[in-house]
């Protein structure tokens, strides 16, 4: 099986930063694709940013300059998300995504994480 587990989330003040990690478990045979969606209460997930293994990044234009996707080659199985300057908009549950390609399978399949909650209060 495989597993992602997000932690970092909290409460914060407005213009305040927070850092999330994903980590990613199991039996992986590689990890393409990672990246970070939000879903704000009614409203519908969306994608934050996203990060190929080929160092490629994608952002949302709300957070364009203010939050930074990454991952480190001492922890190829962990995705980042430092978030700077939060304002109440970037509220929401946080929801760590990787394609990855699981040992006794012969195609990538997407995989979720729990989520973890951010609150910016003003």
């Known amino acids: 099986q495989v597993q992602l587990v997000e932690s970092g989330g909290g409460l914060v003040q407005a213009g305040g930063s927070l850092r999330l990690s994903c980590a990613a478990s199991g039996h992986i045979i590689s990890i393409s694709t990672m990246g970070w969606y939000r879903q704000a209460p009614g409203k519908q997930r969306e994608l934050v940013a996203v990060l190929t293994s080929g160092g490629s990044t994608n952002y949302a234009d709300s957070v364009k300059g203010r939050f930074t996707i990454s991952r480190t080659n001492a922890a190829k199985n962990t995705v980042y998300l430092q978030m700077n300057s939060l304002n109440p908009d970037d509220t929401g549950v946080y929801y760590c995504?990787?394609?990855?390609?699981?040992?006794?399978?012969?195609?990538?399949?997407?995989?979720w994480g729990q989520g973890t909650q951010v609150t910016v209060s003003s």
């Open positions: 995504n990787a394609d990855i390609h699981r040992a006794g399978t012969f195609r990538v399949q997407s995989y």
